[in-house]
């Protein structure tokens, strides 16, 4: 039978039946999937690319742990950064800058605010460490384990350029691809666009916490990655803009391994980083743990000197980050 000869009836029964059945998964406004899939696909692509295909690449590769973890952040850096144009063009119908990645003298200020924020506020928790009696200094200028295999001084900036690629490829991941869409994906009639902007938060900020599992030692623990989600979400969502949030995850991973030695509280995630201070701790494990109540302090810290910050600079503090969709202009 002909295509001429199909009843019209029946030929448009067909394509509304086929437009149902791709509701779930299909936004016809918009023209691209709807944004559960959107950070699913996006999620899948960088988890191939940054974790997976690194592994099999760098497996039969000798050399120190530190100089691994370098290649490996840089392969997630570069995966991050593809997935999110390639995937921002042809699906998410976005640029780079849209994401809040715009490099600028502004952004280069800001993030350059959030990593000395960062940088002053673990200081004040080793500083509560030291005096309360909970902590001693047991080295200076540490290389760390045997195996790091490098001097201190090149070990230190291995540790440096691997701390700020983590720090770009999981603020455009979890801040930009993930906060950004979900807060679209949230925003319906009932829900206003700060309630979808907070949803979307909300949904970052607990894939942030899952994918850190395996760092905690209990459920309460794992809220203190939770709370750092939350904390760098926050910042994105009053600025618009990744740089405070990449500037405070790159020296918050800097100083609390590399610099302050807060890590060494777990030695078997610190084993082998170099550092400038390392301190032993003695205290109760619930003030001086890793998600202790000195660091939970400390985060509450940073996110009010970042909203101090932004108060000043922008003269106000308010959600900038819309949840509504504009098709990318070419």
């Known amino acids: 039978m002909s ?8 030929d448009g029964l067909s394509k509304r039946a086929t437009r149902t059945l791709l509701v779930p998964f299909w936004n016809r406004t918009e023209r691209r999937p709807r944004a559960p899939w959107r950070i699913l696909g996006a999620f899948v692509l960088v988890a191939t690319g940054s974790q997976i295909l690194p592994s099999i690449l760098f497996a039969n590769i ?3 742990p ?6 490996q952040n840089a392969f997630a850096v570069l995966t991050v950064v593809l997935v999110t144009v390639i995937w921002g063009r042809y699906v998410d119908h976005r640029r780079l800058i849209e994401y809040g990645f715009e490099i600028g003298s502004e952004w280069i200020r800001d993030a350059g605010i ?3 924020i960062a940088f002053v506020a673990w200081g004040a928790a080793l500083a509560v460490h030291l005096t309360t009696g909970w902590a001693h200094i047991s080295a200076v200028l540490s290389p760390g384990d045997a195996t790091n295999a490098l001097p201190f ?4 900036i291995v540790f440096v350029v691997q701390f700020l690629f983590v720090g770009i490829w999981e603020e455009l991941l979890f801040r930009g691809l993930v906060l950004k869409n979900a807060a679209e994906g949230f925003h319906l009639q009932w829900i206003s666009e700060r309630g979808a902007v907070l949803a979307g938060l909300g949904v970052s900020s607990l894939l942030f916490g ?10 309460p623990a794992l809220g203190f990655w939770v709370l750092m989600g939350i904390v760098l979400g926050s910042a994105y969502v009053i600025t618009d803009s990744l740089a405070i949030p990449i500037g405070l995850h790159f020296t918050t991973n800097l100083a609390f391994n590399s610099v302050y030695g807060l890590s060494n509280v777990r030695p078997q995630s610190a084993e082998f980083a170099a550092t400038l201070l390392r301190p032993e701790f003695t205290g109760p494990t619930r003030y001086v743990g890793v998600s202790g109540l000195v660091n939970v302090g400390v985060v509450v ?7 101090g910050y932004v108060a000043l600079q922008y003269d106000s503090v308010r959600v900038r980050l819309s949840p509504v969709y504009s ?4």
């Open 3 to 10: 295509k001429s000869s199909i009843p019209r009836d029946v």
């Open 62 to 64: 000798e050399v120190a």
């Open 66 to 71: 530190s100089v691994l973890g370098l290649l």
């Open 114 to 116: 959030g990593a000395l």
């Open 153 to 156: 001084g090149l070990a230190l």
């Open 210 to 219: 899952a994918v850190h599992a395996d760092q905690a030692t209990s459920l």
């Open 301 to 307: 810290l940073i996110a009010t000197l970042a909203t």
């Open 327 to 330: 098709a990318m202009v070419s």
